[in-house]
Nanobody
């Protein structure tokens, strides 16, 4: 497992942008599939985006496609989530997760991920 720490959350107006960061400890970060999930008040945690270990493959939930971009820098053990055109519906706690397994359809499921951060809150005011 790796230890994950998210940062970059905050309060932003609708239409604005935020960039979340997730820094991992551990020497094998570059071999992990990384994901971002979010959980709004009273709702279940849901998939937002994922990126393969090489960074060459990405996947997005339909609700964020075209607005959010996931990226990673293995040299910095960090994965990012650039969020643009934010909407009130994006308000949630955002979690970073690491999957030691190979890239596959399971990447959208919570159970695929071995390690989780504690989350960073994002509030979008309308």
């Amino acid at each position: 497992q790796v230890q994950l720490v998210e940062s970059g959350g905050g309060l932003v107006q609708a239409g604005g942008s935020l960039r979340l960061s997730c820094t991992a400890s551990g020497r094998t970060f570059s071999s992990y599939t990384m994901g971002w999930f979010r959980q709004a008040p009273g709702k279940e945690r849901e998939f937002v985006a994922a990126i393969s270990w090489s960074g060459g493959r990405t996947d997005y939930a339909d609700s964020v496609k075209g607005r959010f971009t996931i990226s990673k820098r293995n040299a910095k053990n960090t994965v990012y989530l650039q969020m643009n055109s934010l909407e009130a519906e994006d308000t949630a706690v955002y979690y970073c997760a690491a999957d030691a397994g190979a890239w596959g359809p399971q990447r959208r499921g919570l159970g695929a991920y071995d390690s989780w951060g504690l989350g960073t809150p994002v509030t979008v005011s309308s």
